[in-house]
């Protein structure tokens, strides 16, 4: 789940995506790499908040059955995001240099970090650290190493070939990891069902 969540959020068109490129094109693959780096800085507070949040709320079954629910529609949309894209539009008129400030900027201030890890990273890591704290372990690890690594991957192909992004391999690849996050979304939902006795 990790490894698919990663990769998904990795290579998805976005803010951030579409920094990594600008500043690659703009400045080098350097530049661009320090921009995929941020969301290891950015993120943590926001882990760690809502980790300890939702372990707090571990006995009411209500709440996270809901947050599972919302958990399963914010995947399903990101998933349909993903099925329909085209590309990815670069505008390149208002870069600068300071990558991996703009980077950490970026995402500190995208609402997407905070809907994932409050809707379906903390929930996934409360479950996994119940059942065992190596299986949490594997599962942001993998998440990190997949999302950084796709974007820094992404940087270096851009640093050599600008029609990257407008290729079938990429377009292809994003639409079946559409896929695969709506099945999985259906899984949060029916989860968050399953904790709201609905089934």
Request: charge should be positive; proline fraction near 4%; aromatic fraction near 10%.
């Amino acid at each position: 789940m990790g490894t698919v969540l990663g990769l998904s959020a990795g290579l998805a068109p976005g803010p951030l995506l579409a920094l990594v490129i600008s500043e690659t094109l703009q400045h080098d693959i350097r530049s661009g790499v320090k921009v995929a780096l941020a969301p290891i800085v950015t993120d943590l507070p926001i882990i760690i908040s809502t980790v300890f949040i939702l372990s707090k709320l571990s006995d009411f079954h209500s709440i996270l059955g809901i947050i599972s629910l919302i958990g399963g529609l914010f995947i399903l949309y990101l998933g349909y995001q993903e099925i329909r894209t085209r590309g990815v539009e670069m505008n390149l008129a208002e870069r600068r240099s300071r990558s991996f400030t703009k980077g950490v900027l970026a995402n500190a201030l995208s609402p997407h970090p905070y809907l994932f890890w409050f809707t379906v990273g903390a929930p996934t890591m409360t479950r996994a650290m119940n059942q065992d704290s190596g299986i949490a372990s594997v599962f942001i690890i993998s998440f990190y190493v997949f999302l950084v690594g796709s974007k820094i991957a992404l940087a270096i192909l851009v640093g050599r070939s600008r029609s990257l992004f407008s290729s079938h391999g990429y377009l292809y690849t994003l639409r079946t990891l559409g896929f695969v996050l709506c099945f999985m979304a259906f899984i949060l939902l029916r989860d968050g069902l399953h904790l709201l006795k609905f089934i």
